[in-house]
């Protein structure tokens, strides 16, 4: 179960971004109300999985989805850039987190 709440960490990490983005520097309340709740949410998860796996490597696996995924929301949803280089960074957080995983 711990490996369950980790991931359901990094996706509300992923949505606590986004929403961070949509509410322009806190100046907009819905946006800003909703970055709060889904990162409290995230670090609760963060919390539940640290019951059960190392710090490090739950923390590395937390920060490389919530850092891999923000880039692709941003690609997707706010039109940014990506470029190959940026690509190419993206498939190596991800190695590293299966990389986590594999010797946990």
């Known amino acids: ?18 929403f961070l983005k949509l509410s322009d520097g806190f100046q907009k309340r819905k946006p800003a109300f909703m970055a709060i709740l889904a990162g ?3 670090f609760y998860f963060l919390s539940l999985s640290l019951k059960d796996l190392p710090i490090g490597t739950a ?3 937390w920060t490389g989805i919530g850092s891999a995924g923000t880039v692709l929301l941003g690609i997707f949803f706010f039109k940014e850039k990506a470029n190959r280089k940026r690509l190419l960074f993206i498939t ?3 190695a590293g987190v299966i990389g986590l995983k594999m010797v946990s």
């Open 1 to 18: 179960m711990a490996w369950v709440f980790l991931m359901m960490a990094g996706v509300g990490e992923m949505t606590a971004m986004f």
């Open 59 to 61: 923390y590395g696996i």
């Open 92 to 94: 190596c957080i991800v």
């Open 40 to 42: 409290a949410a995230s």
